[in-house]
Structure formats: structure tokens, C-alpha cells
């Protein structure tokens, strides 16, 4: 071969290997080619989540805590089986609401769009009583892994007809959806990793097949009442404690009833795979583009 062929080759084959990076470059990020030469890859989208984290109105079991003397007498609220709201702290809740309809108002001067999509509540009545009056006019939706820890009868669910027939009592037109607390039962303890995984796994994907009209550029907007110990504990106590007040008998910082705030997610989903046979996983992120971890909505009584 002429020194002239062969210099020819080599410059082939150079020019050859800079075509084969480059094409690799194009490729779309996390794809491959599957055995038949079909383009085989993972596409990956984003939601923005907002949960709004409530601590439930005044329950007659608070009353009992909250005003009674001597170390017997604040405890008798452990006998009492699964409280309603009291006559104030459902007055106060309503008002609550009013709070929070403002704080959605100043939001919508920014951006008209923004509004509460669903309104989620713990297994126990008070948490259901709290989510119709703070939250009126919409279906609640009973979800585990947000219930309130300690013991006593207070934190002990009645059977969930007689719930709904005593909450429907208090209030006038009110409707709950309890597909998720028939799956994972009444005992499912308070913890707030689970729940995220819930929303991610269960709540979420249900609920954006079921409202496809909603903008993937609009944020999912949660209100989720829950209890005051679920939310001095864990993830929520390392964001949201320094906007609680100081408990007066505690001495320690405590959720205000009907306090609300503010906590950020992203629904990140990723889809792999050749047509036909996809798999899709969600997992719900910190959102690190937030100014804030956690932020206050309305600081409840």
C-alpha cells in the first residue's frame, strides 16, 4: 500500500471515530439502542407540589388539655373516644378559613391560576370537621400516615360510618372520599416519609390522570390537616418549628390550632423503556429552587 493510501485511511478512520462521538453526543440523555434498533430511553418530567400543612381546630379533648388544672385533670382527655371540634374551635375554624381565602387571594394577584386542587385530612373526626370548615366546599380525601401520636381514646379512631354520620351532623353538605384510608386501614402511624411516599406513589398519579385539564406549568396545591404532635416531629418539625409560638403549659414550641404552612415539593417522574413495556416511577423532592423550606399561610389560635 503507497504511503499516500495509507495516510488516506488513517484520516478516514479518525474522521470516522469524531462522526461516532458526535452522533453518541446527540443522542437524547439516558437512552440506548434496543436489540431490534429502536431508541430505548428514560423521559423525565417535573410538578411543583405545595402542601399546606394544618393543624386541626380546637377539639373538645383540647379544652380539656388546654384548661384544666392539676396534672389528673388535664389528662381525662385521653377517655374520650375520637372528639368533634368544640362549639369555639369550630367557630374559629370557619374564621380560619377566611385567613387562608386571603393569603390564596394575595397569591392570585400573581398568579390567577393558583388555587387549593384537594384538601386531605387525617383518620380522626377532628381532622375531618377542621378540612370541611377551613377548607369548605370541597370533597375531603381521608389519607393515612398523618395521624396524630400519643395515647388515649382521642387519638383512637371510631368506625368510619359513625364518623361521617357525626361529622355530616356538624356540618351541612359535607362529602369525604375514604377510597385510601379502605386501602391502608385506620392504624397506619403517623409518619411523614411514608406520606410523601403515599402522595408520590398513590395520591399524585391519581390525581393528575383524573385532572388532565390542570396545566403541568401550575403547582398541585395539597391542604392537609393533621394533628400538632405529627407536626412537632420529623421533617416537618426541622422546617416549619421556628414558626410555631411557645406552648404556654409545654414551654416548648407547639402548632397553633388551625396554624397553617407552607411546604414545597417537586413531583419528579421518570418514564423507561421501549413502548409496550414502560416503567414509571415518581418520587416527591425537596424543592431546592424555594426561597423557603417552609413558610407561613395563616397562624391559626
Known amino acids: 500500500m503507497s504511503s499516500s493510501a495509507s495516510n488516506l485511511r488513517t484520516i478516514l478512520v479518525i474522521v470516522g471515530l469524531i462522526s461516532s462521538v458526535h452522533a453518541a453526543r446527540m443522542l437524547p440523555t439516558k437512552q440506548t439502542i434496543g436489540e431490534s434498533g429502536e431508541l430505548i430511553g ?150 411523614w416519609e411514608h406520606f410523601r411516599n403515599f402522595l408520590a406513589q398513590d395520591f399524585l398519579p391519581d390525581f393528575i390522570s383524573t385532572h388532565s385539564e390542570k396545566s403541568t406549568k401550575e403547582p398541585i396545591v395539597l391542604a392537609t390537616v393533621t394533628h400538632s404532635n405529627f407536626m412537632n416531629s420529623g421533617e416537618i418539625k426541622k422546617k416549619c418549628q421556628y414558626l410555631y409560638p411557645t406552648d404556654a403549659k409545654e414551654g416548648k414550641p407547639k402548632a397553633n390550632n388551625n396554624q397553617v404552612v407552607l411546604i414545597p415539593y417537586v413531583l419528579h417522574t421518570q418514564t423507561c423503556g421501549a413502548p409496550g413495556n414502560r416503567t414509571v416511577t415518581h418520587e416527591l423532592i425537596d424543592d431546592m429552587a424555594s426561597d423557603e423550606a417552609c413558610s407561613p399561610v395563616a397562624i391559626g389560635l
Open 42 to 191: 428514560c423521559e423525565e418530567t417535573s410538578r411543583a407540589v405545595q402542601i399546606l400543612v394544618t393543624r386541626h381546630g380546637l377539639s373538645c379533648a383540647n379544652l380539656i388539655a388546654k384548661f384544666s388544672e392539676g396534672a389528673v385533670a388535664t389528662k381525662m382527655h385521653v377517655f374520650m373516644w375520637d372528639p368533634l371540634l368544640s362549639a369555639a374551635g369550630a367557630l374559629a375554624t370557619s374564621q380560619a378559613g377566611g385567613d387562608v381565602a386571603n393569603w390564596l387571594a394575595k397569591k392570585q394577584e400573581k398568579d390567577p391560576s393558583f388555587k387549593v386542587d384537594a384538601v386531605l385530612a387525617s383518620h380522626l373526626a377532628r381532622a375531618w370537621q377542621t378540612a370541611g370548615l377551613q377548607y369548605p366546599n370541597y370533597e375531603v380525601q381521608g389519607v393515612p400516615f398523618i395521624s396524630e401520636a400519643g395515647f388515649g381514646k382521642d387519638n383512637e379512631a371510631k368506625p368510619f360510618e359513625e364518623q361521617e354520620k357525626l361529622v355530616k351532623e356538624a356540618i351541612k353538605g359535607f362529602q369525604i372520599d375514604m377510597k385510601w384510608l379502605h386501602k391502608y386501614g385506620q392504624n397506619t402511624k403517623g409518619n
